[in-house]
């Protein structure tokens, strides 16, 4: 068991230091999106199923709330938690419409639409970035091993694991360090 523990442990940092190391530059440019996206008044539409779903609210609270720092509230929605609208758009059309349908009422030109998939090809994720493009927002998926949402997303994060945990793991890491960098950018006095 002890060697079990060990080797996860390990499998997880490799996997996240190489998915940070080979992605500091498109890291940068996420907080930057994210950033001048915040600061012209739009807002962040993050949407994902199961752990990715937990993801998405996860990381719009950081938003919303805080991070690392007291600060004004920052726009996200996490298109996960509403249940009627949920269940009534799975029900009356179809799960794949979900988020698409969300997509479509709540976003505009200048948001961002931020993906999550672990497999990267998720219906209902590759849906809702195909309506958010539709309409002109900017577009950010998180995957694993390049899947159908690193051919259509604007900024990709490829996840290079077979590993869901691992996947799953660096994803939010990923969006921890964004949430650091955009506030950082936002809020370059807070943090002399």
């Known amino acids: ?19 940070i190391e080979t992605n ?4 940068i440019e996420a907080a930057g999106m994210l ?5 012209s008044g739009n807002k962040i539409l993050i949407f994902g199923n199961g752990g990715s779903a937990a993801d998405a609210q996860h990381l719009a609270a950081e ?10 509230p920052l726009a996200a929605i996490a298109l996960t938690t509403d249940t009627s609208i949920l ?13 698409s349908k969300q997509i479509q009422a709540l976003g505009k030109k200048g948001d961002i639409a931020w993906g999550i998939s672990t497999s ?21 998926g998180f995957t694993g091993r390049a899947a159908k949402l690193a051919d259509c997303a604007d900024l990709v994060f490829s996840v290079e694991s077979d590993t869901t945990a691992r996947i799953q793991e660096t994803h ?14 936002l809020y370059p006095e807070m943090f002399k």
Do not use: W
């Open 1 to 19: 068991m002890k060697d079990i523990i060990l080797d996860i442990l390990e499998t997880a940092i490799e996997t996240k230091r190489h998915c």
């Open 24 to 27: 500091v530059d498109k890291i």
């Open 35 to 39: 950033a001048s996206c915040i600061a």
């Open 63 to 72: 938003f919303v709330n805080r991070f690392q720092i007291e600060r004004p």
């Open 87 to 99: 269940t009534s758009i799975g029900n009356d059309y179809h799960f794949d419409d979900i988020f």
């Open 120 to 140: 990267g090809n998720s219906p209902n994720v590759l849906k809702a970035v195909a309506a958010a493009q539709k309409i002109g927002i900017t577009t950010i």
């Open 172 to 185: 939010i890491m990923l969006g921890h360090i964004v949430c650091d960098l955009l506030e950082r950018k």
